[in-house]
């Protein structure tokens, strides 16, 4: 089993700046695909970012993209999303997820074996 606890989350304006963390713990991340999903209410959860477990290769939702990047510490067992010039519209809740089989390309969450509780970002315009 993987636990995983995401933190870092907030209240920030358009423009703003964030680092969400997802610290996980019960076995090492090295083996797993991390993913950062994110769901706004009324919304179905859609992939924000994505990165492999060997190679560090990195995939982004297209409205992301140059504005997040996805990081990972395997020695402090943790991910990471950076979040740069928010925009209203990336007001949700965000999930860390674990993927043992999957790649970053993949998209789909059904790919992913361990979720986090998700953290609040709200960006107000």
């Known amino acids: 089993q993987v636990q995983l606890v995401e933190s870092g989350g907030g209240s920030v304006q358009a423009g703003g700046s964030l680092r969400l963390s997802c610290a996980a713990s019960?076995?090492?991340?090295?083996?797993?695909?991390m993913g950062w999903f994110r769901q706004a209410p009324g919304k179905e959860r859609e992939f924000v970012a994505a990165?492999?477990?060997?190679?560090?290769?990195?995939n982004y939702l297209n409205s992301v993209e140059g504005r997040f990047t996805i990081s990972r510490d395997n020695a402090k067992n943790t991910a990471y999303l950076q979040m740069n010039s928010l925009k209203h519209e990336d007001t949700a809740v965000y999930y860390c997820?674990?993927?043992?089989?999957?790649?970053?390309?993949?998209?789909?969450?059904?790919?992913?074996?361990?979720w986090g509780r998700g953290t609040q970002v709200t960006v107000s315009s």
């Open positions: 997820a674990a993927s043992l089989a999957g790649s970053a390309d993949d998209t789909s969450h059904a790919q992913y074996n361990y």
């Open positions: 990165i492999n477990r060997r190679d560090g290769l990195t």
């Open positions: 019960g076995r090492p991340i090295a083996p797993y695909v």
